[in-house]
Structure formats: C-alpha cells, structure tokens
C-alpha cells in the first residue's frame, strides 16, 4: 500500500512538471520572456520542413522561422518546433500554443477571417501542376481527357483538379492515396496517368523516378497557391516582425547583401542600406527590435536567395528554378515594400 | 556342427519409413490435401528464390539512395544510413546514448521482471529507481546533463514511453472500472458504466483528435500542456475502458460461492476483493487482456496523425526525403519485425505464465 502511495506521489509530480504554464501577453514581450520562438512546422515536406538524418531541422520555411529568432533575439538557434498535421496546424495557432505557423499553409481569404489569421508576407509561390510521363505524348493538360490521375485525399489539391477538370468539360478517374511517399510508387508503377500535387512536391516525386528525364511536368498551372507565415488575429506588433522579417529576406537579396558579404556591407556609403543594416539606426526601434535585427537575420540565416537556392534550389534534389520565386527586378513576384 | 541360424533383418517398405512416410501422412494423405500441397509447393517456388535475391543477394546495405536505385535489389541503405533518426528522432545527435541507455534499462527491468520469484518489494523499488533514471536520462537538467525538452523525445523512445506508462497505467484504472461497475453504490456504478460505454463508443483516432485539436482551445487563456501527455492520457482512458470489460468478464466467472465464502469468513471488501476474487479472476482473464494490451500498444502508433514523431512517424519523415523517397518497403519492413518483437515477447511471456499459475494451483 505504501508502495501505491509513492506511485501516485511521483505521478501527480511528474504530471505537474509536464504542465508548462505560460501566461501569454503580447506575443513579442511573452517570446522574450520565454527565451525562444515556438514555430508550427510540417516535419515531412523535403526543402521546406523536414528534419535530416541527425534529427536537424531543414528547409524553407525553417529558414523562415530562424530568421524571425535571429530579429527577436539576434541568435537564430533559438526557436523550439512543433511538428503539425493539415488539421492541427490552425487550432495550434488559435490556441496559442505557438506563435508563429510557418508550414506551407496557402493565403486564402477564408482563413484570413473566419479562421482569424494575419499571412504574412509570401515566401513561396507554388501552384498545382501536373506531371506526366513522355510516352504519352502529351503537351498541355487541355489534352488529358479519361485520363486517370494519382492525388492527395482531403488537400485544396483534390478540389483544384476536380474544377478544373470539370471546367474543361472532361473526364477524369482518381486514384485517391493517402501517403505522399507511395504517391510517387502508384505513379511510377503505372497505376495513373498523371500525377498532380504542388509543383514543388513534383519535382521531387520526379527527382525519385527509375529515369527522371522520361517525364515532364506541364506547363499548365491550375491553382495559385501563396504561402506564407501565419500569425493570429490582434497582435500588429508581431505580425509587423513576422511581415518585415520575410521582406528583409528579400530586400538583402535585391541589395545584393548576403551572409557572407554582410560585415562589408556594414561600410556601405548608401544611405538606404545604411537604414537597413541599422547603421543609421531607427527601423529596428520602430519594430520593437534591436537596430542590428536585419544585420543578425543575414549573418546568421542569409537572404532570400541563399535560403532558396540551399533548400529547394537547382542544385538540391527538388532542382527548383526561381520562375515566379525571382526578385520582380528579374521577373519574379518577390518584391519588398521600402525600408524607410 | 551346429547349425547357425541366420536370420536377416528386412527393412520395412521404403513407403513406410524416413522421408516417404512422413510425406505420405502429411503432405499427400488425400487427392485434395496432394494438389493443396503441389500448389503451395509451387507458389513458394514462384516466391521464395526472388524474395531472397530481392532481400539478400542484389541488396545494398550502406549506399546513397541514388547507388539503391541503380542496385535493383532491397535498399537497406535507407536503414542503415537513418537509423539513429528512424529509432530517435530529434533528440540531440551527440546525446542519443542517453535514450539508448533509457531503453536498456527498461528492457533488462522488463527481463528481471518476467521471473515471478522475484515479484517482491525490493522489484518495485527498483522499479521505481529505474523510472527515476529514465526520467532523468531523457529530460535531464540535473547532474550536469543538458536538459532536453520533451518536444524532443520522439521515435522508439516515445514509442515504449507511451506504451509501457500506457499499459501499466490502464491495467489498474482498468481493474478500478470493472469493480465500479460491479458495485452495489448507484453512483460509482452509474458512472463507470457511463464511462465505459462513452469512451468504447468512440474511435482511439477521435479521443486523440479531441485531446490535441479541440482540448486546449478549452483552457483558460496561455495554458498549455504537453502534447505528448494529452496523448498519453488519451491512450490510458481508452485503454482502460476495454480492460474493464475484460477484468468483468472475468469477475463474473467466479462463482457467487466464492463471494459468499469471503464474507462468511468476516473479510471487508477490500480483503475480499484482494484476496479472493482479483487473484483468481485476473488469472482467467490473461489471454483476452494481453490481446488488449497487445493491441494498445500498436495503436499508440495512431499518434501520427496528431503529429507526434512516433516510430513510424520518424520512418515517414524519412521517406519524405526525395534521396529515399520510394524504398516504403524496407522502411516499413524494419519497423514492422520492431513492433513484432515487441507484441510476440509480450504474447509468448503470457503464455508462460499461464502455464506458471495453473501449474501453481
């Protein structure tokens, strides 16, 4: 009986000492208190959020996360992640339990306000997209009538496809499976035509194929699919950071400024850079940050194109081209409001 | 002279010995048992030599995934090359022999526990101690050990901590519920009743939903819990639903003599229960409780879906990664004989004891 009594005392502790209580104030103020970012991630998507063989968390929209640490608290290091699933990933954000959602999550209007949401600044342009193989002879997606097509279950991507289709008045037979890794295996194994999923997630069901050159993805792309940070509703202050520090990617970038130029830059006579590094100091006060938060976020994480090129870039397995992802200067949708 | 005898020793019919016989009694005893045996005989032989070129002769074992693709055979590699991810997930690279050490532990606990002559107190303090340097090993923060937040603990470790605390937490609750649901008190009864048949009348999927989506947007304002104890908890209620079932089950195999005997000898009931009635109902109730617990502790790989790196969570992040994407097999294979080895120790252990308790009555 003695012995019951010890059990249940050692459980009650350890069920306190597992219940973390965090009174949340402003975000900003209760993220220094803590002494790190918490950020929602996804955990399976290679090149935007996925951990390596050591157990590191890699890719894009983890960059995107270290660079909001780097301009808190000037050491990207400090940021705890949690892994979400499609469902959890919005009520975790409502509920607080984390204070930044950066997993592939497309803007739409709908989560903006009924959901209750603030999308930051988009750091990745991706839309739907079709791959097919060459045998087919196919050259537009207008040509893929009867065609039997390998999709996601429960994803905007299952919907896009049935519009489209439905649009184009033509037929079509799904193969609806669950797992993205088997996705590819159906695909390969000729079980459907076509495959469809994100242009991102194409290319690296491509790179997986038994011989990558014998199929094509099509020019068409049938869905716009921004995605970008997420923060909660009735916080500008953090939502401004989170906003800012995704534009300071891409800004360092047009000025040519990156991680390892950036010390020398720090001498560099034009004012507009001056401001942006902090040498003339004022942008980071006005955002609640220390002055040197765009000087921490390059030295520590890079700028846009360091961050795309390491991650989902042409020389990564996804072998990404820049296309709508380019600085607006060179074609692209990346485009930074003045730093001013 | 005398006349030898010699007697030579006939050897029976080749057909009624070695080989031949037993082919005969087994394999060929009837037309239909012959062609059952022909077609087996030529499926394996269909099946057998590929599946063995597939596993051992064209496989790699410590290649890129790119070498695999070319190889043709069983990629291994995928193990070999992400085990330490696959088995511990995103605990700290350089501090995995702290889980590792954890596991050890657990298991030779587990061992020294399976002997029923040492079920005595100095086991349960053991225990004690042993849970006391597991918490410690994992979570640290004492002894100069870095602490390491429990967001971190993921892959086997997670996997044995939600099914070992799960089990062993149920089994009790458990056991509670069937005699709440026995007692003569309408309250207690009502309400164990109530309990059970809610918690059976849902899915372990949804309780797991409800614990980690819908839950903390119950709680007051910048509360949070531990995800990985809403998952826990999850698991010991619906776990503990079916294992009262099965312990009332067992309570109502014993006779109503048995109960009448306990009071006529003046014991209250707890002495009752503790003495007469648990000790033999639980006995008759081993084969259908271990199936529970057998089956618990493959749902706790459910926890997938509320994002948690389980096992095979950790298996399909790994199969994410476009350099492996594809080898689902051998992945799914390796951890599959994991879960195998866990289910069969536990179903073979309680086959032995059974065999110890009948034989001790």
């Known amino acids: ?340 | 002279m005398q006349e030898v005898h010699q007697t030579t020793v006939m050897k029976p019919p080749i057909t009624r010995v070695g080989v031949i016989r037993w082919a005969r009694a087994n394999l060929f005893s009837s037309v239909f048992n012959s062609f059952l045996t022909v077609v087996t005989i030529y499926f394996l032989w269909k099946i057998v030599p590929g599946l063995i070129r597939w596993a051992f002769i064209d496989s790699s074992w410590a290649t890129t995934g790119a070498q695999c693709r070319a190889g043709g055979g069983a990629c291994w590699s995928i193990v070999t090359k992400n085990v330490r991810f696959i088995i511990f997930g995103f605990f700290p690279y350089e501090w995995q022999w702290r889980p590792l050490l954890a596991m050890i532990i657990l298991f030779s606990l587990l061992i020294v526990s399976r002997n029923r002559r040492y079920w005595k107190k100095w086991l349960g303090y053991l225990w004690l101690i042993g849970l006391f340097v597991m918490g410690l090993l994992l979570k640290g923060g004492l002894f100069g050990l870095p602490s390491v937040e429990s967001t971190k603990w993921s892959g086997l470790p997670l996997t044995l901590l939600l099914s070992v605390f799960g089990l062993t937490a149920a089994y009790p609750l458990g056991v509670l519920l069937a005699l709440g649901r026995q007692s003569r008190m309408p309250a207690i009864k009502s309400l164990s009743v109530v309990y059970i048949e809610t918690i059976r009348g849902v899915p372990l999927i949804s309780l797991l939903f409800m614990s980690s989506v819908m839950f903390p947007l119950f709680l007051p304002e910048g509360i949070t819990i531990n995800n990985i104890l809403r998952a826990q908890v999850a698991i010991i209620l619906f776990t503990a639903a079916y294992i009262a079932e099965v312990v009332r089950g067992g309570l109502q195999a014993i006779s109503r003599g048995q109960y009448e005997a306990a009071e006529s000898l003046g014991l209250n009931y707890y002495q009752k229960m503790r003495l007469i009635i648990l000790p033999q109902a639980l006995k008759i109730v081993i084969p259908p409780s271990v199936g529970i617990l057998i089956s618990a502790f493959k749902d706790t790989s459910l926890v997938v879906i509320i994002g948690l790196f389980d096992l095979l969570k950790t298996t399909q992040a790994t199969l994410s990664d476009p350099r492996w994407m594809g080898f689902s097999v051998e992945a799914y294979i390796f951890i599959a004989l994991i879960y195998f080895t866990g289910c069969f120790s536990m179903s073979s252990y309680s086959r032995r004891l059974e065999r110890e308790l009948y034989r001790g009555t």
């Open chain 1, 1 to 340: 009986m003695r012995l019951l009594k010890v059990c249940a005392v050692l459980v009650a502790v350890a069920l306190i000492a597992t219940t973390s209580l965090a009174i949340a104030g402003e975000t900003l103020d209760s993220v220094k208190k803590r002494g790190y970012l918490i950020a929602g991630v996804n955990g399976g998507v290679f090149g935007f959020s996925m951990p390596d063989e050591k157990g590191v968390w890699k890719g894009l929209d983890v960059d995107t996360a270290r660079a909001i640490a780097a301009a808190v608290f000037g050491d990207a290091t400090k940021i705890k992640y949690v892994p979400l699933t499609a469902v959890q990933r919005l009520p975790a954000l409502q509920a607080k339990e984390i204070d930044v959602l950066c997993r592939n999550t497309t803007q739409t209007l709908t989560r903006e306000t009924a959901n209750g949401l603030n999308f930051a600044h988009v750091n990745y342009y991706d839309g739907q997209g079709f791959l097919v193989s060459k045998k087919l002879g196919v050259k537009s997606a207008r040509e893929l009538q009867g065609a039997t097509v390998c999709v996601l279950p429960g994803t905007t991507t299952e919907m896009n496809v049935a519009d489209y289709f439905r649009a184009n008045g033509m037929k079509w037979k799904p193969v609806v499976i669950e797992q993205t890794a088997e996705l590819s295996k159906a695909y390969f194994a000729g079980r459907c035509d076509v495959l469809t999923s994100d242009a991102s997630q194409l290319a690296a069901h491509r790179a997986t194929a038994p011989n990558p050159a014998e199929h094509v993805l099509l020019p068409e792309i049938i869905s716009k699919e921004p995605l970008a940070p997420v923060v909660r509703h009735g916080d500008d202050q953090w939502y401004d950071i989170v906003n800012w520090t995704v534009m300071a990617l891409i800004q360092a970038e047009e000025f040519g400024i990156n991680s390892q130029n950036v010390d020398k830059a720090l001498r560099d006579p034009n004012p507009e850079v001056q401001r942006f590094l902090g040498v003339i100091p004022g942008l980071g006060a006005a955002l609640g940050l220390d002055d040197k938060w765009v000087y921490n976020i390059i030295k520590q994480v890079g700028n846009y194109s360091e961050i795309f090129e390491r991650n989902v870039g042409v020389n990564t397995p996804l072998g990404m081209e820049r296309g709508l992802n380019g600085l607006w200067t060179k074609g692209g949708l990346m485009y930074a409001a003045p730093f001013r």
